[in-house]
């Protein structure tokens, strides 16, 4: 999903006067078709083709895309590395044991100092990594007893800098703290020296250790705090469903020797003094034009029709998804394939991961929404639920009624264009009834 503070090009916002449901338009790099404003019908089945759909109430729905449970896995597969590089650590310290009956700490302090250098940042750097994606990309939400949408936008911050802070001043406190780590480790090496001497030498670079975290720490502890002060804010635009612009672009992206096809579903609001540019836009990659209708009609649906009339939230990264296909696994694999099944889930610690997501998608990503979207999100009275265009409902049956004759709405042109010739057509026949009575 774009971020929604991105202003998509000319071709991927609300267009001319003349754009309407059904109509075609030819663009640099391929073609649009629009779905909306006036959300109508194309009377394609709704699915959930690319896990769109991230939470559902009665009131409104959340589209938030994203695979979180691969980037959980990923992190945790550093604490799995860590764990493995330790027990080989053991495993060698018990081997010099039984040779030579005195344990040695060498093995120790060059695997846990490794692990420390590497194992460890990464995978907490990776961690964090996740969860900074999740919070800077919140969920498009609608409302369906207001009949509206939120789409979520960056405002822009103002330009800062963290005092004596670049790149190399990043990599310098990274390398001197590291070595301070594998300084910690590096008297129980030494051979022949006297164990007041190694522990001499282990205080002094502990206590350098602990003086490095503490100035380190007090210094990203403040500098991160006025840098969020100075980052963009995250603001709601709340617009008319009915006036949502909406579309499926198809591009050819042409290489040195590869041409790819992408195509997009958008939802975009329109900036008020410039229809040609977006105030607000979110796109999701449907890999095919009927892909992208199916993922529009689970929208269309549940803003239409209510929550019944689109599937629910894919739970392939739920807990208890996850422990039902193992089960099921079980039954189906004989045992040397459910056991490396078992290793692989093990290794990439599978379990904790679903339970890292389910976290992030039911409290994490919520967490950094702002209070005004919450106050709007409450449940209305039933008497105060927003009221469907009447002319939309109007629409929207006449197009059923056409797709069940075998009308195809990819096919069918510009709604007006299609409703003219039904008319014209209608007329003919009334006159040709009156010509033969």
Same mark, same amino acid.
């Given at each position: 999903m774009t971020k929604a503070n991105e202003s998509p090009?000319?071709?991927?916002?609300?267009?001319?006067?003349?754009?309407?449901?059904?109509?075609?338009?030819?663009?640099?790099?391929?073609?649009?078709? +629009?779905?909306?404003?006036?959300? +109508?019908?194309?009377?394609?089945?709704a699915v959930d083709v690319n896990a769109w759909m991230r939470r559902k109430t009665e009131g409104w729905l959340d589209l938030q895309h994203g695979n979180l449970l691969f980037g959980a896995e990923f992190a945790l597969?550093?604490?799995?590395?860590?764990?493995?590089?330790?027990?080989? +650590?053991?495993?060698?310290?018990v081997d010099a044991y039984l040779q030579d009956g005195q344990i040695t700490w060498i093995p120790y302090s060059v695997v846990g100092g490794m692990n420390m250098l590497i194992t460890v940042p990464w995978g907490l750097y990776m961690h964090f990594l996740g969860n900074k994606a999740v919070k800077e990309t919140p969920p498009v939400r609608l409302n369906r007893q207001r009949r509206e949408v939120a789409m979520p936008?960056?405002?822009?911050?103002k330009e800062f800098k963290l005092p004596f802070w670049n790149d190399s001043a990043a990599g310098i406190a990274?390398?001197?703290?590291?070595?301070?780590?594998?300084?910690v480790f590096m008297p129980f090496?030494?051979?022949?020296?006297?164990?007041?001497?190694?522990?001499?030498l282990v205080t002094i670079f502990a206590t350098a250790l602990v003086v490095e975290t503490f100035i380190i720490g007090t210094y990203l502890y403040f500098a991160l705090r006025l840098k969020k002060k100075h980052d963009?804010?995250?603001v709601y635009e709340i617009y008319p469903w009915e006036k949502l612009v909406a579309y499926i672009?198809?591009?050819?992206?042409?290489?040195?020797?590869?041409?790819?096809?992408?195509?997009?579903?958008?939802?975009?609001?329109?900036?008020?003094d410039d229809p040609e540019s977006a105030l607000a836009a979110a796109s999701i990659n449907v890999g095919h034009e009927t892909a992208g209708l199916a993922q529009w009609e689970c929208i269309r649906q549940f803003?239409?029709?209510?929550?019944?009339?689109?599937?629910?939230?894919?739970?392939?990264?739920?807990? +208890?998804?996850?422990?039902?296909k193992c089960r099921q696994a079980r039954k189906e694999m004989t045992l040397l394939p459910w056991m490396g099944k078992k290793v692989g889930d093990w290794f990439f610690q599978r379990y904790l991961a679903h339970i890292i997501t389910e976290r992030r998608i039911k409290t994490l990503a919520l967490k950094s929404l702002p209070e005004e979207l919450k106050t709007w999100s409450e449940p209305l009275p039933k008497e105060q639920w927003a009221k469907p265009f009447e002319a939309l409902q109007s629409l929207n049956q006449q197009l059923t009624r056409a797709y069940e004759r075998g009308l195809k709405f990819t096919q069918m042109g510009p709604v007006s264009e299609w409703q003219a010739g039904r008319e014209k057509k209608q007329q003919q026949k009334r006159g040709k009834g009156r010509f033969r009575a």
């Open positions: 090009s000319p071709t991927q916002t609300s267009p001319e006067p003349d754009w309407e449901v059904g109509a075609r338009r030819t663009t640099k790099d391929g073609r649009l078709l +629009a779905l909306s404003p006036e959300p +109508a019908t194309t009377g394609e089945r597969m550093f604490l799995s590395l860590f764990i493995l590089m330790m027990l080989f +650590a053991t495993a060698i310290t936008r960056w405002a822009e911050g990274y390398i001197t703290y590291i070595g301070t780590i594998a300084a090496t030494l051979e022949g020296e006297s164990p007041e001497y190694i522990q001499l963009p804010k995250l672009e198809t591009k050819q992206n042409i290489g040195p020797s590869l041409m790819a096809t992408h195509t997009v579903l958008t939802l975009a609001i329109p900036k008020p803003m239409e029709s209510g929550p019944e009339a689109c599937p629910d939230p894919k739970e392939d990264e739920t807990l +208890a998804h996850y422990k039902a």
